[in-house]
């Protein structure tokens, strides 16, 4: 008696297609059932001066404006930070007894990042008398 047949056994495969399945309706369950945080966001006045200030800008003081593109120290313009460290150094080397007020205004638009480096070349020019301009209410 003869049990097998000349035919070949097919190989057996792995059919994925339900797997596929399963996990297309666990990602549509997690999707739906997921609580999305939306973060609040809030605007941030910037702050502003109740009253002019008792002293007025001296002869002696330094307004640097700061900006995207420029600084403007005295109604000198320099484009890079190097220029206006040179600037700065000159300043300091030619201040007299008492140290100039440098007197720093920026738009809302200008980085904070230039605003620190500003800073920065205040005080490695050996400034420290620094005020920060605002507008009035």
């Known amino acids: 008696m003869k049990f097998r047949s000349n035919r070949q056994m097919e190989e057996p495969e792995i059919n994925?297609?339900?797997?596929?399945?399963?996990?297309?309706?666990?990602?549509?369950?997690?999707?739906?059932?997921?609580?999305?945080?939306?973060?609040?966001?809030?605007?941030?006045?910037?702050?502003?001066?109740?009253?002019?200030?008792?002293?007025?800008?001296?002869?002696?003081?330094?307004?640097?404006?700061?900006s995207d593109k420029h600084w403007q120290v005295n109604e000198e313009t320099f484009t890079n930070i190097d220029q206006l460290q040179q600037r700065l150094n000159q300043i300091s080397k030619t201040a007299t007894d008492t140290q100039p007020w440098i007197i720093l205004s920026a738009g809302g638009d200008t980085s904070y990042q230039k605003i620190i480096d500003t800073l920065q070349s205040v005080q490695?020019?050996?400034?420290?008398?620094?005020?920060?301009?605002?507008t009035e209410k």
């Open 16 to 66: 994925f297609i339900p797997l596929i399945d399963l996990l297309l309706v666990i990602l549509i369950f997690l999707m739906v059932t997921t609580t999305y945080n939306h973060l609040k966001g809030f605007q941030v006045e910037l702050p502003t001066a109740e009253s002019a200030s008792d002293n007025p800008i001296s002869s002696q003081d330094i307004r640097i404006v700061v």
């Open 124 to 134: 490695k020019a050996g400034l420290s008398q620094v005020t920060l301009h605002t």
